[in-house]
């Protein structure tokens, strides 16, 4: 299904992070929405490699990327902390700027990363589908 992709993890700030990595061009991430994981992009990311370095990563929690133990408050389930899990990842890559699409729960981590880190995030596409 991701047959030129890469797949790596991570290590993030609370653990382990499943990425997939392909093609060429401006760094593009995929940010999967509740209860997804990165394989809803198996009919987009091919074509966005085409055009971009496309990332796509399991958030906390979600397919092959760590459960983290929670607290009291969930906070290490909150969108801030998974907007600096994709932060790491796409520093990882070397990646300091980059576009972000997202849907759902995604999107809400992307808002949150964008506001948290408005000079790595060049431009956020939100998706409701």
Partial sequence: MFDCFQSTDVEGPAGRLHTLRGG???????LHGHPQTHVMWHAVAGELA???TV????????????RVESDAEHHV???RAMALDALAVMR????TQFQV??????ARV???LAMDHPCAVQRLML???
């Fill in 24 to 30: 060429q061009g401006a760094p593009l991430l995929l």
């Fill in 50 to 52: 085409k055009t971009f």
């Fill in 55 to 66: 990332v796509m990563m399991d958030l906390r929690g979600y397919g092959d990327s760590s």
């Fill in 77 to 79: 389930y909150s969108k």
């Fill in 92 to 95: 990882h890559y070397g990646f």
């Fill in 101 to 106: 699409l997202a849907h759902d729960r995604g």
């Fill in 110 to 112: 992307a808002h949150r």
């Fill in 127 to 129: 998706l409701d589908i």
